[in-house]
């Protein structure tokens, strides 16, 4: 499987942004799309965007405009998430997920970002 680790969360005001990175290692050559999730207090996970191994990217209607998801190549070592515009409904652990066909899916721990003035 693969292992990933979030880092780049944090508090923020209303309005600023936050960059999230997630470092993949292990057997990363044939993971077939990676995605962003997120989880809010009390509330189930939920799907923010995914990027392909061909690159196309696709976002929940809730961060379309605001978030961009992207990589640092197309071997996948690197996954990152452009946060703008940040709103407090934003808040949430955010959690990085890399899917295999072959292998299914890997989690990271996650990472905290907090929207609040």
């Known amino acids: 499987q693969v292992q990933l680790v979030e880092s780049g969360g944090g508090l923020m005001q209303p309005g600023g942004s936050l960059r999230l990175s997630c470092a993949a290692s292990g057997s990363i050559f044939s993971i077939n799309y990676m995605r962003w999730y997120r989880q809010a207090p009390g509330k189930q996970r939920e799907w923010v965007a995914t990027?392909?191994?061909?690159?196309?990217?696709?976002y929940a209607d809730s961060v379309k405009g605001r978030f961009t998801i992207s990589r640092d190549n197309a071997k996948n070592t690197e996954l990152y998430l452009q946060m703008n515009s940040l709103k407090p409904e934003d808040t949430a652990v955010y959690y990085c997920?890399?899917?295999?066909?072959?292998?299914?899916?890997?989690w990271g721990q996650g990472t905290q970002v907090t929207v609040s003035s």
């Open positions: 997920n890399a899917y295999q066909a072959d292998r299914g899916n890997s």
């Open positions: 990027i392909t191994s061909g690159g196309a990217t696709n």
